[in-house]
């Protein structure tokens, strides 16, 4: 993850189909990197995944397979073809073998993949680091740090010097570094691909084997020298001394300098998140269909009994119940939803935003100051702890949700920016702890229920921030307890479907039945 974190990188995004974020975008991403290092011809693939971490028991159920099927076929995170990703990879002719083995993997999120056809074999290793974020680690068995927010070139050579002189009087570029081992490389990050008169130029020298051009995957670039206001709560309370920003105006101001584009831009590319969270929510509450999950789509359950008023009263909270639960089954029925923070949490954070704007009857540039505003808080939280429930646990994932969620409501109702502060640490300090076990191994349940009350929470923390309840501990305090709470939490209790509710006898009958048969729990709409 970039030390400065982008609203539209870390943050709010990707734009993807399937249950996780985690798993689905980010394992494409990396599939992504790896056609490119094939050259896009790819026949044999070997995957491993170490038993000790999240994938050993996820990587099928939550859709790493299916990202990274459809990432070596170079799609995109939300190609309606996603689910078959198997299939079309068959049909490529391109074979894929996936081992659960000891790769001394550090990061529960480890994908070490071997690639291969005619003409060569490549070795990368990458990690998912939550959210749909990725950093490549390991190239042909030397050391990198990639996350797709470049354009890398790399330069396989005996000899580095009289590249790296041609390199640097030629062509602009970010980093030029020499990688050394049994296999040597030149390493170019980039703003933009390298010419191809450059290309040819170096592939001319004696001392240059081949060349391998990867694009980045991410859609905010890093740069040299990257720069940025603030990154912590602190750091912006400091910065806006005498500015009396919002916490939405703080946040264009950070996005416009991470991203170098303008306020404008900013914003209306928040304006464009919106519509397809929007879209979802729309989409979901006209009913959902899909045959391998657990929910039926609930969410037309809740709007009946609303309609026909046989709920407990509060308006706002039940519309909110009814958005979350909408967009987490588009999640589930392979629907294209917004992972903000992450697919497993997709439902608290616009459920809870576009919940409270329609009952107060909010217009839409309401809702992108809002996200905008949630989007600040989670930077400091990408910034300083996770978003990945394979590290943190679902309080990474949820909760994060709704501190994001309780921060942008205090906004909505003309609160102070102190108060949007204290909104966030109250919603944060209140999902400290909460574990990952999925039922069934399948992101929906309890996470649905998470979502929820996340949401929820992220009102009553809005209320009680509102009404100057005391905080008494600092956002960015919140913040790193976070970080250690969730390094002590135990890993059968972070997404590894072998703790909690996932072990429950219930838990495992659902998962064998969906095994045998899909669809045996759905509620047909």
């Known amino acids: 993850m970039s030390t400065f974190p982008s609203i539209f990188n870390d943050v709010i995004g990707p734009v993807m189909r399937g249950?996780?974020?985690?798993?689905?975008?980010?394992?494409?991403?990396?599939?992504?990197?790896?056609?490119?290092?094939?050259?896009?011809?790819?026949?044999?693939?070997?995957?491993?995944?170490?038993?000790?971490?999240?994938?050993?028991?996820?990587?099928?159920?939550?859709?790493?397979?299916?990202?990274?099927?459809?990432?070596?076929?170079?799609?995109?995170?939300?190609?309606?073809?996603?689910?078959?990703?198997?299939?079309?990879?068959?049909?490529?002719?391109?074979?894929?073998e996936i081992k659960i083995c000891d790769i001394k993997a550090d990061h529960p999120n480890t994908y070490k993949i071997r690639l291969e056809n005619d003409k060569e074999t490549r070795n990368l290793t990458a990690i998912s680091t939550g959210g749909g974020m990725i950093e490549?680690?390991?190239?042909?068995?030397?050391?990198?740090?990639?996350?797709?927010?470049?354009?890398?070139?790399?330069?396989?050579?005996?000899?580095?010097?009289?590249?790296?002189?041609?390199?640097?009087?030629?062509?602009?570029?970010?980093?030029?570094?020499?990688?050394?081992?049994?296999?040597?490389?030149?390493?170019?990050?980039?703003?933009?691909?390298?010419?191809?008169?450059?290309?040819?130029?170096?592939?001319?020298?004696?001392?240059?084997?081949?060349?391998?051009?990867l694009k980045p995957v991410l859609p905010v670039m890093a740069r040299n020298n990257l720069q940025v206001p603030f990154i912590t709560c602190h750091e912006m309370l400091a910065y806006n001394e005498g500015k009396n920003k919002s916490l939405w105006e703080l946040a264009v101001d950070y996005e416009a300098a991470r991203g170098n584009i303008s306020a404008d831009e900013v914003f209306e590319k928040m304006r464009k998140i919106i519509h397809i969270m929007g879209n979802a929510i729309d989409l979901g509450l006209k009913g959902t269909h899909y045959e391998d999950r657990i929910l039926g789509s609930?969410?037309?359950?809740?709007?009946?009994?609303?309609?026909?008023?046989?709920?407990?009263?509060?308006?706002a909270n039940n519309r909110i119940i009814m958005y979350v639960s909408a967009m987490m089954e588009v999640k589930s029925s392979m629907g294209v939803i917004v992972a903000a923070p992450t697919a497993g949490s997709c439902g608290a954070l616009p459920g809870a935003l576009f919940g409270t704007a329609h009952a107060m009857d909010l217009p839409e540039d309401e809702i992108v100051k809002a996200m905008l505003s949630a989007g600040l808080i989670g930077v400091f939280i990408a910034a300083h702890a996770t978003f990945a429930a394979e590290v943190g646990g679902c309080m990474a994932e949820t909760g994060s949700g709704g501190g994001m969620a309780a921060a942008a409501i205090v906004g909505m109702k003309g609160g102070t920016l102190k108060q949007s502060i204290a909104a966030a640490s109250l919603a944060l300090q209140n999902s400290l702890g909460i574990i990952c076990d999925p039922i069934g191994n399948r992101v929906e349940a309890p996470c649905l229920g998470r979502n929820v009350m996340a949401a929820t929470n992220a009102v009553s923390c809005a209320n009680m921030a509102l009404a100057d309840y005391e905080q008494l501990i600092p956002l960015d305090e919140v913040i790193e307890t976070m970080k250690a709470v969730g390094d002590q939490i135990h890993h059968t209790l972070r997404c590894t479907n072998l703790g909690g509710l996932s072990i429950t006898k219930a838990a495992k009958k659902i998962e064998a039945m969906l095994e045998e048969q899909p669809g045996k729990f759905f509620k047909s709409c």
């Not at 490119?36 to 859709?63: C, R, V, W, Y």
């Not at 076929?73 to 190609?79: K, R, S, V």
């Not at 809740?302 to 046989?310: E, I, T, Y």
Request: proline share 3%.
């Open 136 to 213: 490549v680690i390991e190239i042909d068995g030397i050391r990198v740090a990639m996350a797709g927010d470049y354009f890398e070139t790399l330069v396989y050579c005996t000899e580095s010097d009289e590249i790296i002189s041609f390199l640097k009087a030629s062509i602009p570029y970010d980093l030029i570094a020499f990688h050394q081992g049994k296999i040597s490389f030149v390493e170019i990050k980039s703003q933009a691909p390298i010419d191809e008169i450059i290309c040819d130029e170096l592939k001319a020298m004696n001392s240059v084997l081949f060349i391998k051009c």
């Open 19 to 96: 249950p996780s974020s985690s798993h689905c975008a980010a394992s494409l991403r990396i599939a992504r990197l790896c056609r490119d290092l094939m050259d896009e011809n790819i026949k044999d693939i070997l995957i491993e995944f170490d038993p000790n971490g999240s994938l050993a028991t996820t990587h099928k159920s939550q859709g790493s397979d299916m990202g990274l099927f459809g990432g070596f076929l170079g799609w995109e995170a939300y190609d309606e073809r996603l689910p078959e990703s198997e299939r079309y990879l068959a049909a490529a002719g391109i074979n894929v």
């Open 298 to 315: 609930q969410s037309l359950q809740f709007q009946q009994k609303l309609v026909a008023k046989q709920l407990v009263g509060g308006d």
